[in-house]
């Protein structure tokens, strides 16, 4: 089960994270405002944050919570022995910035400004990734569109600019595919930008990340802020599911040719308010803090 962590709980890296000076933020969380349900109880469950993920006693994620606002957490990067720490700031009570840091020397810094509209979706983001060496560093933009009524993400367009150059040369393109409101697939197409600026789609490269098989009950990811997992997930895209109101049982990464499939099966057991508390076999498992 180990190995399989980048997949099993897919967090790719994150945080330590501190609040900035704003620390009266109203980035409050409704962990119970979801599809999962209450299990025919008449009792509605206590409201309540994901704390911390442990694989066999191993401290994987670590999530803090001040009173309602997200502080900072903690995520194992992959199934390295890398685990990256973050900072989120907050401008006029929302996260406007998130700073991840690795624990290992010479870790990709990933330093992100992000906008939220009204109803709370990142709307732009930039990006700030600084290496130990200038020519894998990098700076990209980010454009999102949402559907119609402005609810499910559907496209996001980032442009980069790399090893200090101040043009555009490469492109990821992220379309989104839903069953329900769960994000189902993320087909991410990378390549190169015309001389105009556009996606020049002949040099794509295409990775696809599904989440199958969605259950019906919490996402744990779902009593934590949106924007720090959309944050994250540009940088580790097969963490989109964590976005989804619901639980993937499995999760298939099909990567450029020749590279081969990934399919990573994905159990849980419930709680009597249908939160996720471990895996089938109790090695995984998630705990929360009431609030």
Do not use: H
Not at 132 to 145: E, L, M, P, W
Request: charged fraction near 15%.
């Amino acid at each position: 089960m180990g190995k399989n962590y980048l997949f099993k709980i897919i967090a790719g890296v994150f945080f330590g994270l501190m609040v900035s000076c704003d620390n009266s933020s109203s980035d409050q969380f409704e962990p119970s405002a979801n599809n999962g349900g209450n299990n025919g109880n008449t009792t509605p469950p206590p409201a309540r944050v994901l704390e911390k993920i442990t694989l066999s006693t191993n401290l994987q994620e670590e999530y803090t919570v001040n009173g309602t606002v997200f502080q900072k957490g903690m995520l194992r990067d992959g199934t390295t022995s890398n685990y990256y720490t973050g900072t989120v700031t907050y401008i006029n009570n929302k996260i406007g910035k998130i700073k991840f840091l690795g624990s290992l020397s010479g870790s990709m810094t990933y330093d992100f400004s992000v906008s939220e509209d009204s109803k709370g979706n990142v709307y732009n983001a930039t990006c700030t990734a600084t290496a130990t060496t200038a020519i894998d560093s990098f700076v990209s933009d980010y454009t999102f569109t949402y559907d119609a009524n402005g609810k499910k993400l559907v496209k996001i367009l980032e442009k980069r600019k790399v090893a200090g150059n101040t043009a555009y040369s490469l492109f990821t393109e992220s379309t989104f595919t839903y069953i329900g409101d769960n994000i189902f697939k993320v087909e991410c197409a990378k390549g190169t930008l015309t001389g105009t600026g556009a996606p020049n789609m002949a040099t794509a490269k295409l990775t696809v990340y599904s989440y199958q098989n969605y259950d019906s009950k919490v996402n744990p990811f779902s009593t934590l802020p949106k924007t720090f997992f959309t944050a994250w997930s540009l940088v580790r895209p097969e963490n989109f599911y964590r976005i989804s109101p619901n639980n993937p049982t499995s999760v298939y990464v099909m990567p450029p040719s020749p590279a081969p499939a990934v399919n990573t099966p994905m159990t849980y057991l419930y709680d009597a308010y249908n939160y996720p508390v471990s895996d089938k076999d109790q090695i995984l498992k998630y705990t929360y803090r009431t609030l």
